[in-house]
């Protein structure tokens, strides 16, 4: 089988998400303090309103605002201080015309008030007066009840990745327990006779597997569980019994390597026999990364990613990745963007996505996007990267000088 004739990276994608369509890994439930960047599996809402009561938000005096209209320090509004609250505890007081409450910052608004006025703009000529020189608005230095999450207010979508201000809203509402997805098992397979291991001394002719780690280390940070199977040779058999074994223990599998069309390359002859049916796509019109596989064995997706290391890195960010967002049952993942200025031409070829690999410099109030060139090969180049700028398929370039967005290879 030849990948030569290639379909578009648009048209990949969209192989992909049809072919696991309806996949999505099932849901677990997790504490709070596990739930940090997990996948929410079920729409969670608020079962009470927060705050449970209407609270000021400054120490001072709980009025009607009505009362302190037209007050100033020349003709300040008079009031009897009737009672004070305790933090902490529930007040019963009912407010009545022209009296006030002294109250401290988080303390329950009694009944009858809608106004806290702070104590630099009170005084008090006694132990039951108060003084209020300036005045104050309905709802001012008050939070009211249900102000911040109502009840029935949804917190947090289905598909959603649970983020800091997310544990705190939802330990705000009680939820000692949250519903995630499970975290997909990944198999990774590096295939080569020339891979050794990274705690090996390469000899002539030899290279250390680079690709099982970095790829483990990008699925890992996508919200894996990842297994590294080793490096296979490249003989038929060697890799069907690792696939074999993998699709067993696996929502996904990668296999690094072997996925052009020389005589040593099996991943679309195993794909083929162990799933019963042909490959869905053997080659995408992008750089660098065209030899790429895809296809199912069974209810497996699995995925042949050249070996270049940064080929291999960019497909799985481009292709991989969005299929383990399809099984979290997310829309779509985060992406990190920053605009920067190119500083030099970019030529490409109409009709493939590019994917260059640049160094962002901070020059007066701008980025500024330094592409690095170098082959598929040099792991160098994308360890030197902070970000990729995308060429799409319909552009023959970009021009120095011009704003690219540039995805960020890590979170800023």
């Known amino acids: 089988m030849e990948y030569f004739t290639c379909i578009s990276l648009k048209e990949a994608k969209q192989l992909l998400m049809n072919a696991l369509a309806g996949r999505i890994v099932a849901s677990e439930p997790v504490s709070l303090d596990e739930a940090f960047e997990r996948i929410a599996a079920e729409d969670i809402v608020s079962k009470e309103d927060l705050p449970p009561f209407s609270r000021s938000t400054v120490d001072g005096f709980a009025v009607r605002s009505a009362d302190t209209f037209g007050a100033s320090e020349g003709v300040p509004a008079l009031f009897d201080i009737v009672s004070e609250v305790a933090m902490g505890q529930e007040t019963c007081v009912q407010l009545q015309p022209g009296q006030a409450v002294t109250i401290p910052t988080g303390g329950m608004l009694p009944a009858g008030a809608d106004a806290v006025v702070m104590l630099e703009h009170a005084e008090r000529p006694d132990n039951n007066s108060l003084l209020v020189l300036k005045a104050a608005a309905p709802g001012e230095n008050v939070v009211l009840k249900g102000e911040d999450i109502s009840k029935g207010h949804c917190i947090l979508r289905q598909g959603q990745q649970i983020l800091p201000q997310d544990i705190g809203a939802l330990a705000a509402c009680g939820f000692e327990k949250v519903p995630v ?67 067993l223990q696996s929502d996904l599998v990668v296999i690094s390597g072997g996925s052009s069309v020389g005589a040593r390359d099996h991943t679309v002859k195993v794909i083929q026999e162990l799933g019963n049916q042909d490959v869905l796509f053997h080659g995408m019109a992008v750089k660098p990364g065209k030899p790429t596989i895809f296809g199912m064995i069974g209810k497996v997706p699995v995925f042949g990613l050249p070996g270049h290391p940064v080929a291999a890195m960019t497909v799985c960010g481009q292709i991989v990745k969005p299929a383990v967002q399809a099984l979290l049952g997310q829309k779509s993942g985060n992406v990190y963007t920053i605009p920067a200025r190119l500083t030099r031409n970019m030529a490409s070829v109409p009709g493939r996505d590019d994917f260059i690999r640049v160094r962002l410099v901070k020059k007066a109030n701008e980025y500024r996007a330094e592409p ?17 700028v995308h060429i799409p398929a319909d552009k023959g370039g970009l021009y120095s000088e011009e704003i690219v967005q540039v995805n960020l290879i890590t979170k800023p």
């Open 372 to 388: 690095i060139l170098g082959k598929s090969g040099l792991i160098s180049t994308m360890a030197m990267a902070d970000g990729i």
């Open 181 to 247: 997805r499970r975290k997909p098992n990944v198999a990774i397979i590096s295939t080569g006779d020339e891979l050794v291991n990274v705690a090996c001394t390469p000899v002539n002719g030899q290279v250390r597997d680079i690709n099982s780690y970095a790829l483990a280390a990008m699925l890992a940070e996508a919200g894996c569980l990842v297994r590294r199977y080793g490096i296979v040779q490249d003989q038929y058999e060697e890799l069907r019994t690792a696939v074999s074994q993998a699709i």
